[in-house]
């Protein structure tokens, strides 16, 4: 392995060439890689006793990974799933070195090879059919904001999509004409188109108008009291604030956190209650791999499992004692002898 090559360099070419130019992910995501690579950076600092441009790449051992790991952990009380995503980028880092620099592949290998976390896997939280429908009654349409909310909440419900990925729509990303459609920009830089009800599309034309533009500009879609684009935030505060507003005669929806990301669970269980093929349901929500989706049939068979059960409780005995050859003393005196 070559000695002294300062990692700054390298570092900035995985920014800059691997993960824009060559990979296109998201600001979001880009971003995330950022802050990784910050922490650690700082952390080597303090371990190894040097300045940051003196770091390099040996410096960066996979010992001094795990001892991070730790950090993350107790000095920084980051849950499992952050010390994962954390790990994630410093081993997509060092997939990139290895690729780019073979001599130093051995030294990737050994950071690769420090493990992630297992954790026991949340129940994906939805809402029932019943608890959607408290949600939009509270909405008093006859209000502007009321309008929009009621829009914003049934694109968000009819498309399954992520909280960036609707706040980031502009008008001219929804097709009014028939056959009525949403053109979403996903992760990874995919596209995807999602079929809009009828319903939806009256509710998008509502609050379009009340704003005078046309149903072909290329301006925000969703914009907040400044007339700006909604943030991520703004769209979450608005959904606590609907449901804070339901849960007056729904008290359900006070026993959990609800977010935009509740609406695209809820959409895929009730895809799928309602019988829609996986595979289909995989391509509505942009997953990049159906056992993304495939959790949704596990937590589905979970909860029918558990609905038999308690089922099962209100049917009456049977009287059997077991099976015959239990109560046949001449077979189990037979088996026996074997």
């Known amino acids: ?23 296109g992910l998201s600001p979001n995501t880009v971003l995330s890689y950022r802050d990784t690579l910050k922490l650690l950076l700082q952390f080597a600092v303090k371990q190894c006793h040097k300045l940051c441009t003196d770091l390099v790449v040996e410096d960066i051992t996979a010992q001094l990974v795990r001892k991070f790991m730790e950090h993350l952990g107790l000095g920084r009380k980051n849950g499992t799933g952050t010390r994962n995503v954390r790990l994630a980028a410093i081993h997509a880092f060092f997939r990139y070195l290895a ?9 990737c290998q ?46 968000l419900y009819n498309s399954g999509a992520r909280a960036q990925e609707i706040v980031d729509l502009n008008v001219n990303h929804i097709r009014f004409s028939r056959p009525h459609y949403v053109l979403i920009h996903g992760k990874g830089q995919r596209e ?24 072909s500009d290329n301006v925000p879609l969703f914009i907040n009291a400044r007339g700006e684009r909604l943030s991520r935030y703004g769209l979450r505060y608005m959904i606590a604030q609907r449901v804070a507003a339901a849960a007056t005669t729904c008290p359900s929806l006070l026993t959990r956190t609800i977010t935009p990301h509740t ?12 019988g829609v093929d996986l595979n289909m349901i ?12 495939n959790l949704y049939i596990e937590i589905d068979l979970e909860m029918k499992q558990n609905t038999l059960q308690a089922s099962e409780k209100l049917l009456p005995k049977t009287g059997n004692k077991g099976p015959s050859w239990r109560r046949d003393p001449s077979v189990l005196e037979w088996l026996a002898t074997l």
């Not at 809402?127 to 829009?151: C, N, W």
């Not at 609406?263 to 309602?274: G, K, N, V, Y």
């Not at 995989?282 to 989706?293: D, F, N, V």
């Open 1 to 23: 392995m070559p000695k002294n090559i300062n990692i700054g360099l390298p570092i900035r070419h995985f920014f800059e060439d691997h993960l824009v130019s060559q990979r």
């Open 99 to 107: 690729s780019t620099d073979p001599r130093f592949i051995a030294h």
């Open 110 to 155: 050994s950071v690769l090879a420090v493990p992630f976390k297992r954790h026991a896997r949340h129940v994906l939280g939805y809402l029932e059919k019943e608890e959607v429908l408290h949600i939009f009654r509270h909405i008093d349409v006859q209000k502007t904001s009321g309008r929009r909310d009621d829009a914003l909440l049934r694109l």
């Open 192 to 215: 995807r188109t999602c079929p809009l009800w009828e319903e939806t599309i009256q509710t998008i034309k509502s609050t379009v108008e009340d704003r005078n533009i046309r149903f």
């Open 263 to 274: 609406f695209r669970h809820t959409t895929a269980m009730h895809l799928l209650q309602s």
């Open 282 to 293: 995989r391509s509505w929500l942009g997953h990049a791999s159906i056992e993304t989706t």
